[in-house]
């Protein structure tokens, strides 16, 4: 450390904020390093992922619920809707291009 960078130096106030938080981080680090390898934390994320899917099931089925009350249309209903727009409008270009050669011959 330099003697611009020593406590009370004023050229960077916030030197031992950084020295004291970079300490902490590496002992949580380590702290957190001890604890993912255990066989606890392993079941309890594994819980926890459950319980997040479950619940995010939930969540869908109950907006499914809520839009077909509404009368609104799902995701998986606009999905197939625009597939179905997307078949039109390549069919739309094939006659298009048909039509412009039909032209081109009767030009000819």
Known sequence: ?????????GSDPFSAWRRI?????AQFS?????AAGTDAFAEAL????EAYL??????RENIERFLSASNLPTRAEIAR???RVDVLVSRIDD???NQS???KKKKR
């Open 81 to 83: 809707l625009s597939e």
């Open 46 to 49: 594994r819980k926890a992922l």
């Open 30 to 34: 380590k702290l957190f390093e001890q």
């Open 54 to 59: 479950n619940a995010t099931q939930i969540s």
């Open 95 to 97: 006659l298009i291009k």
């Open 1 to 9: 450390m330099s003697d611009s960078d020593a406590p009370g130096s």
């Open 21 to 25: 938080a970079g300490a902490q981080e």
């Open 101 to 103: 050669k039909k032209k």
